[in-house]
């Protein structure tokens, strides 16, 4: 007992203690102290670390980002200026129409009145002649025939075949050539105090474009002629006519068939008329009088011909 005193005496006794779970036996304060400034230093020196690292990376993605900044800006340019670009293209579309539109007006003007000029628009050749909207040989021309053939044997007396007279100018001829496309044409004639009149009759074209081109008709007629106080009618008369269009005695026509000649001109080329008739049989001839009485043994039809040929030239 004295021994178990003595030990009670020098201290008391210590009850060992169990150690949570929930702490380490490093958990004291100082430790936790420790370690807490422990901390804060690496995250300050990590949070230089890391400004450091954005700066560095600010400056080398810098131009990266301003030319990823810049095509937004370009983009609202064009969609603030897209408005003005539409109309713009709208604007520049209408001038262009107008412009071919205009071009077109400008050449239809020109070209009609080209065309209309060249209609319209007198010619001289060296014959003197004007041209007007009618090319020719279409237009209103005279003859001044002259007689250089007469043979009377289709009748028994040569008187009843007369080829009138030219020293008057009574046989001049006023001719009307048409033509309703180039390759056909009509004639008529004014009354003449000789030459049968002539309407619309048909003329064909010969040797076209040659030298020797020519206008041509023939037209079956009863002649009438005077004779002796009495009036006489030959019957089956052909009456026809030679126009040529390119030549005048041994020249050449001044003139084609694309110049146009203005109210009535002298015919530029030969001209060759004739009224011929040929008999094989003796024919009766009627003659009447003044009152037109039959006046019988006036005038007999006899074998033979008859022929007034005249011509221009000369």
Not at 53 to 59: H, I, K, L, N, R
Not at 67 to 74: G, I, L, N, T, V
Not at 193 to 218: C, H, I, K, Q
Not at 263 to 271: I, N
């Amino acid at each position: 007992m004295s021994h178990g005193a003595n030990v009670l005496a020098r201290g008391a006794l210590r009850v060992p203690q169990r150690q949570s779970r929930r702490h380490s036996r490093y958990d004291g304060f100082e430790g936790r102290g420790s370690m807490a400034g422990r901390t804060r230093e690496g995250e300050a020196q990590m949070a230089k670390e890391l400004q450091r690292w954005a700066d560095e990376s600010m400056e080398t993605h810098k131009p990266l980002m301003a030319a990823q900044m810049e095509p937004d800006k370009s983009d609202r340019r064009r969609e603030e200026q897209a408005p003005w670009y539409a109309h713009r293209s709208r604007a520049c579309r209408f001038l262009t129409l107008v412009g071919v539109g205009g071009l077109v007006l400008v050449a239809l003007v020109v070209g009609l009145s080209v065309g209309l000029k060249d209609r319209g628009t007198p010619v001289s050749t060296s014959d003197g002649l004007n041209n007007s909207n009618t090319a020719f040989p279409v237009g209103t021309f005279s003859l001044q025939p002259r007689l250089i053939h007469r043979s009377s044997n289709c009748v028994s007396r040569p008187s009843a075949w007369g080829c009138g007279s030219t020293d008057d100018g009574s046989m001049a001829l006023h001719i009307t050539v048409s033509a309703p496309d180039t390759n056909h044409f009509s004639i008529s004639s004014k009354p003449s105090s000789y030459f049968p009149t002539l309407t619309n009759v048909a003329m064909g074209r010969m040797s076209a474009n040659e030298p020797d081109e020519r206008l041509v008709f023939t037209v079956p007629l009863n002649m009438t002629v005077e004779s002796a106080g009495a009036r006489c009618t030959i019957p089956d008369v052909r009456w026809s006519a030679a126009l040529y269009t390119k030549r005048r005695g041994e020249q050449d026509v001044a003139m084609s068939v694309d110049v146009k000649v203005r109210g009535e001109v002298e015919w530029p080329g030969d001209a060759q008329l004739a009224l011929v008739k040929a008999s094989t049989v003796t024919e009766h001839v009627e003659c009447v009088d003044e009152e037109g009485r039959r006046v019988n043994g006036q005038v007999e039809g006899t074998r033979g011909t008859c022929e007034c040929i005249y011509s221009n030239d000369g």
